[in-house]
């Protein structure tokens, strides 16, 4: 069956260093896959969108790859800040978005 | 309005009852998806509306889930006699149409309490 792995441990980092999150998948060959930022309580926001064609896509201190190779997705946030922290999630796709876990990033000042 | 509404906010409810969950989804947009997310757990598929039809329902956990959408705009998700397991925060998305990858848009969901 389709899986998709976060890693459930939280990631605490200092301010201004670069976090590094993974989303790994098996038995799967999605078309798409985003990442979402969800904050407690709150509804999971919208931050990239990455197609199988591509290997790498930016927006501000946001970097995410795509190896479907390896069937894995790095999300890189450079220079780390505090408002960074909250939970972050991979969701792959062909048509409808099927989500991970989610990895919990605490940025310390 | 501006984003996706859904209410209520927080519901605590008897083993047993009925409950039904709303969502206004963001005008213009005719995807229309249903999630569940219990505590700690990722996002659990239910359902999916493309306009008022429902073209894959293939989430919804038992047969005491439906969904319904009108008009193309309100969502209604309904649970029939509510069990313990139905704990959980049922979130709801909605996206312009798109062949895939499209943006999802979430409320801020409806916490369900089954006591």
């Known amino acids: 069956s389709q899986k998709i792995e976060q890693n459930s441990e939280a990631l605490n980092i200092q301010e201004g260093k670069t976090a590094t999150l993974t989303c790994n998948y098996t038995n799967y060959s999605p078309a798409y896959l985003q990442w979402y930022r969800q904050d407690p309580g709150r509804g999971p926001v919208f931050l990239l969108l990455i197609r199988e064609n591509e290997k790498e896509k930016r927006k501000e201190r946001l970097k995410v790859t795509f190896d479907t190779t390896l069937k894995q997705s790095l999300f890189h946030i450079t220079a780390s800040q505090p408002a960074d922290s909250a939970t972050y999630l991979c969701a792959l796709g062909s048509y409808i978005p099927t989500f991970g876990r989610g990895t919990s990033l605490i940025v310390h000042p | 309005g501006a984003g996706v509404s859904q209410s209520p906010s927080n519901k605590v409810t008897e083993k047993g009852k009925d409950v039904e969950l709303r969502c206004d989804p963001i005008s213009g947009h005719t995807a229309l998806y249903w999630y569940r997310q219990r505590l700690g757990q990722g996002l659990e598929f239910l359902i999916y509306?493309?306009?008022?039809?429902?073209?894959?329902k293939s989430g919804l956990p038992s047969d005491r889930f439906s969904a319904e959408r009108t008009g193309e705009s309100v969502s209604t998700l309904t649970i029939q006699r509510t069990q313990q397991e139905d704990s959980a925060v049922y979130l709801c998305?909605?996206?312009?149409?798109?062949?895939?990858?499209?943006?999802?848009?979430f409320g801020e969901g409806s916490r369900l309490t089954v006591l």
């Open positions: 509306f493309q306009g008022n039809s429902a073209p894959d």
């Open positions: 998305a909605s996206s312009f149409p798109t062949s895939g990858g499209g943006e999802l848009f």
